[in-house]
């Protein structure tokens, strides 16, 4: 079968009404679900799951899928009208989005997360139809020093997503890094920085950290705000829409980050949450004003967006193509696969045509009903920045307790929330930059995880990472990204 037939039978499979139908509820679904602070898609995942039994398996998936994308379309909007992370993938969203809503430009923010988000989500569709096979080869060559090496030029490349202050970005990378030590050590077993409680001992939750140091800290920061300094007036439909010149900003960042994306997203163990910040730090550094980012700049909305988007569709790459799952909800994604009796792998394209292309189509179906769903509902969103402070405050603390306590049952993930809220809060006050500190505790653990590894494989043997050509690339461009920042350090003293 060429890929234009299977994907002509995929149309036919994920346009049959009863596929039709479970692919707009799960659209719907995902996008609340993505837009309740905190709760997030494994969660609805797992709900849904017990479910999928007493529906065919071409639906099943199909639901499931559009929950998981659909969140990541709602996930940006109380990024941007609360800086409420609504994903974690969404945090990145809130250094632009929201300074945009403050700025009584709600509507324009929202409407390029739409536009980034469906452009980033069809652009790797087009990876996963044309691309699959060839960038399941690629993953496959990855192995663990490549990871390490991949992870630590993410991490050099994200001091440029503060605001020009390299001793305070470096402070916020390294402050995440020993923030994403604290657990129970995956080779010893040994507890590292527990203080004997057992509820450290799984590590931090991500999101417990991201919903203190952006949902917490902001309610902190404006308890004294109970009235809004200005109304907010209602927002005509032609001041939604970008300007020309605002129109021709688009494309590039959108591009930049559907590649990043669908890259990052086919590598197992990488995701969307990372494609996201490392998006959002290519932005700001080929920016001609990197300083207006964290203000309310375009490309720091949509670029990230295109980013995390396009990596949930080619996230499916290795999931489908390799029977490897990238993340835990790809892995709950495998296990629907497997109760419904489709084995994931190279010979799925064979054995199971109609799930995988049914599959494959109903994503395009999917972001149609999204961008069709949520551009009307802009307006409804914007109308939330009305709600007044002293109403919204408590809403914002008892989503964020639901949302924290959902994912783990933890009472001390509430109480951890509190105290990162107050951290964040001194943190701000102070000008550091909260994403490089999350960026850094979503990198930590698996740089460590992969360079211990790499360092077993090769008997203690650093060489490991010049010797091998993926590595020795990435060493190359970080030792390049390093010179290039003393060097411009250098110039500013002179």
């Given at each position: 079968m060429t890929t234009f037939e299977g994907l002509m039978h995929g149309l036919s499979v994920a346009l049959h009404p009863s596929v039709l139908v479970y692919s707009l509820f799960g659209a719907i679904l995902g996008t609340f679900v993505g837009v309740l602070p905190g709760i997030g898609a494994m969660a609805a995942i797992t709900l849904l799951l017990p479910?999928?039994?007493y529906v065919s398996s071409e639906a099943a998936l199909v639901m499931l899928a559009g929950v998981y994308y659909g969140a990541q379309y709602g996930g940006a909007v109380a990024s941007i009208l609360l800086r409420l992370p609504g994903t974690p993938q969404s945090a990145v969203t809130t250094l632009d989005g929201y300074p945009m809503a403050q700025n009584g430009r709600a509507g324009l923010a929202l409407f390029t997360s739409m536009i980034s988000s469906f452009s980033g989500s069809m652009l790797g569709i087009i990876v996963l139809i044309f691309?699959?096979?060839?960038?399941s080869g690629v993953a496959t060559k990855f192995g663990a020093a490549d990871y390490a090496a991949m992870m630590i030029m993410g991490l050099v490349a994200a001091s440029t997503v503060g605001s020009g202050r390299p001793a305070k970005n470096l402070a916020m990378v390294v402050l995440g890094l020993i923030i994403g030590v604290i657990g129970t050590d995956v080779?010893?077993?040994?507890?590292?920085?527990?203080?004997?409680?057992?509820e450290l001992m799984d590590g931090v939750n991500l999101v417990a950290l991201a919903m203190g140091l952006f949902g917490a800290a902001e309610v902190i920061s404006n308890i004294r705000n109970t009235e809004r300094s200005t109304p907010v007036a209602r927002i005509p439909l032609r001041e939604l829409l970008p300007s020309r010149a605002e129109l021709k900003r688009l494309p590039a960042p959108i591009l930049r980050g559907s590649t990043l994306g669908s890259f990052f997203g086919a590598l197992p163990g990488t995701g969307s949450t990372i494609s996201s910040?490392?998006?959002y730090a290519l932005e700001r550094r080929v920016s001609r004003e990197p300083k207006k980012f964290g203000t309310g700049q375009i490309e720091g909305i949509s670029g990230p967006e295109?980013?995390?988007?396009?990596?949930?569709?080619?996230?499916?790459v290795p999931t489908l193509t390799l029977g490897i799952p990238g993340d835990p909800i790809m892995a709950l994604m495998l296990g629907a696969l497997v109760i419904h009796g489709v084995q994931p792998g190279p010979m799925m394209l064979e054995n199971s045509p109609d799930m995988f292309w049914g599959l494959v189509a109903s994503f395009a179906i999917g972001n149609l009903f999204l961008l069709f769903i949520n551009l009307p509902l802009i307006g409804i969103w914007v109308n939330m920045l009305r709600i007044p402070f002293r109403w919204l405050y408590p809403a914002i603390i008892v989503f964020i307790s639901m949302g924290v306590y959902s994912v783990r049952g933890s009472s001390f993930d509430i109480a951890m929330v509190a105290g990162i809220g107050i951290i964040g809060y001194a943190l701000s006050r102070a000008k550091f930059s909260p994403a490089?500190?999350?960026l850094g505790f979503v990198l930590g653990p698996l740089i460590e995880t992969n360079l211990r590894r790499a360092m077993l494989i090769s008997r203690g043997d650093p060489m490991v990472f010049i010797e091998r050509p993926i590595a020795c690339v990435f060493v190359v461009l970080t030792a390049v990204l390093i010179l290039w920042s003393l060097i411009s350090a250098f110039r500013k003293f002179q």
């Amino acid at each position: 079968m060429t890929t234009f037939e299977g994907l002509m039978h995929g149309l036919s499979v994920a346009l049959h009404p009863s596929v039709l139908v479970y692919s707009l509820f799960g659209a719907i679904l995902g996008t609340f679900v993505g837009v309740l602070p905190g709760i997030g898609a494994m969660a609805a995942i797992t709900l849904l799951l017990p479910i999928t039994y007493y529906v065919s398996s071409e639906a099943a998936l199909v639901m499931l899928a559009g929950v998981y994308y659909g969140a990541q379309y709602g996930g940006a909007v109380a990024s941007i009208l609360l800086r409420l992370p609504g994903t974690p993938q969404s945090a990145v969203t809130t250094l632009d989005g929201y300074p945009m809503a403050q700025n009584g430009r709600a509507g324009l923010a929202l409407f390029t997360s739409m536009i980034s988000s469906f452009s980033g989500s069809m652009l790797g569709i087009i990876v996963l139809i044309f691309l699959a096979e060839w960038l399941s080869g690629v993953a496959t060559k990855f192995g663990a020093a490549d990871y390490a090496a991949m992870m630590i030029m993410g991490l050099v490349a994200a001091s440029t997503v503060g605001s020009g202050r390299p001793a305070k970005n470096l402070a916020m990378v390294v402050l995440g890094l020993i923030i994403g030590v604290i657990g129970t050590d995956v080779n010893s077993g040994l507890q590292r920085f527990t203080f004997g409680r057992t509820e450290l001992m799984d590590g931090v939750n991500l999101v417990a950290l991201a919903m203190g140091l952006f949902g917490a800290a902001e309610v902190i920061s404006n308890i004294r705000n109970t009235e809004r300094s200005t109304p907010v007036a209602r927002i005509p439909l032609r001041e939604l829409l970008p300007s020309r010149a605002e129109l021709k900003r688009l494309p590039a960042p959108i591009l930049r980050g559907s590649t990043l994306g669908s890259f990052f997203g086919a590598l197992p163990g990488t995701g969307s949450t990372i494609s996201s910040f490392l998006s959002y730090a290519l932005e700001r550094r080929v920016s001609r004003e990197p300083k207006k980012f964290g203000t309310g700049q375009i490309e720091g909305i949509s670029g990230p967006e295109a980013a995390n988007n396009s990596a949930s569709i080619s996230a499916f790459v290795p999931t489908l193509t390799l029977g490897i799952p990238g993340d835990p909800i790809m892995a709950l994604m495998l296990g629907a696969l497997v109760i419904h009796g489709v084995q994931p792998g190279p010979m799925m394209l064979e054995n199971s045509p109609d799930m995988f292309w049914g599959l494959v189509a109903s994503f395009a179906i999917g972001n149609l009903f999204l961008l069709f769903i949520n551009l009307p509902l802009i307006g409804i969103w914007v109308n939330m920045l009305r709600i007044p402070f002293r109403w919204l405050y408590p809403a914002i603390i008892v989503f964020i307790s639901m949302g924290v306590y959902s994912v783990r049952g933890s009472s001390f993930d509430i109480a951890m929330v509190a105290g990162i809220g107050i951290i964040g809060y001194a943190l701000s006050r102070a000008k550091f930059s909260p994403a490089l500190l999350l960026l850094g505790f979503v990198l930590g653990p698996l740089i460590e995880t992969n360079l211990r590894r790499a360092m077993l494989i090769s008997r203690g043997d650093p060489m490991v990472f010049i010797e091998r050509p993926i590595a020795c690339v990435f060493v190359v461009l970080t030792a390049v990204l390093i010179l290039w920042s003393l060097i411009s350090a250098f110039r500013k003293f002179q």
